[in-house]
């Protein structure tokens, strides 16, 4: 066909053809990168494309987390690499789950040195404040970074990892001093809650674990995978078994073939009961 094409057709028209074609695939690329943006707004939908450009460090907001909460920024950069792996030994969007997990925690810029990993001077801010007033300035770092997020246009994918990066979890710490002071009745567990919802997607829910992951691993000596399950408190031990299972249904539901599912949850056993 080509060659038939080729013998009937004049040098000119070979050439005007090729020029066209040659426009086309330039006038098609920047139709696409024009209609990307105009696309991600109208669907909420985030592209690869603008998850490299939010996975540059040099991002304002990111190096505004370096600089005035250097501890989360590091716990952040962590966290995004323990999910990019994760997500591609599952088949989630790595990319995805590592911006996630990059901005997971831009709420605490508000307050930085009301969370453990900026006190390097030793000096716990919560120790002259009530638990409770405690519990309110962690939870609020949820919401505050939906602002940021939202504020600085990262995508709704992103604004809803924020959300549910801690789900409905229990701060323990906090809830167990006041128990210890108003005794179980005069306290509401709620209080001591993040809102949640739970993770929606596999990305959320791996941030979710590698959150805690990281933090476990941070107070332990010798951290090794045994260790770190076994030294998690109860609620994280549940939230270990949960975001196992929240991951083991995905997994079903995708499209991958049943003997690579078997093969993955081999390798990805559940945490022990
Ligand atoms: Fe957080
Ligand atoms: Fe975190």
């Not at 501890?71 to 989630?92: C, F, K, N, P, R």
């Not at 906090?174 to 210890?180: H, I, N, R």
């Not at 998690?232 to 031990?237: E, G, L, R, T």
Request: charged share 20%; proline share 6%.
């Amino acid at each position: 066909m080509i060659d038939l094409y080729l013998g009937m057709a004049s040098p000119a028209t070979l050439s005007f053809n090729a020029v066209i074609a040659f426009l086309g695939g330039i006038g098609a690329g920047i139709i696409t990168a024009g209609m990307a943006p105009v696309i991600e707004m109208l669907f909420h939908y985030t592209t690869d494309i603008t998850l490299l450009e939010l996975a540059n460090l040099d991002r304002p907001i990111l190096r505004r987390l370096m600089l005035e909460a250097p501890g989360t920024y590091h716990h952040s950069m962590v966290v995004g690499s323990l999910v990019e792996a994760a997500a591609t030994e599952i088949g989630a969007n790595p990319i995805l789950a590592k911006v996630c997990g990059y901005y997971h925690d831009v709420g605490k810029l508000k307050k930085p040195l009301y969370f453990i990993e900026n006190q390097s001077d030793g000096r716990n801010k919560h120790d002259k404040l009530a638990p409770s007033m405690s519990a309110l300035i962690l939870i609020a770092h949820v919401k505050n970074g939906v602002e940021i997020a939202r504020k600085h246009k990262l995508g709704q994918v992103i604004v809803d990892t924020i959300q549910q990066h801690h789900g409905t979890s229990l701060i323990s710490y906090f809830y167990e001093k006041a128990k210890a002071v108003k005794g179980e009745d005069g306290i509401n567990i709620d209080d001591f809650r993040y809102p949640g919802p739970r993770p929606q997607t596999r990305e959320a829910g791996l941030v979710m674990l590698a959150d805690v992951v990281e933090a476990a691993s941070r107070t332990l000596e010798n951290p090794t995978p045994s260790r770190i399950q076994a030294g998690a408190k109860p609620d994280q031990q549940d939230l270990f078994r949960w975001a196992a299972g929240l991951l083991r249904i995905d997994l079903e539901r995708s499209t991958l073939d049943r003997q690579k599912l078997q093969q993955d949850i081999k390798r990805h056993p559940s945490p022990p009961d």
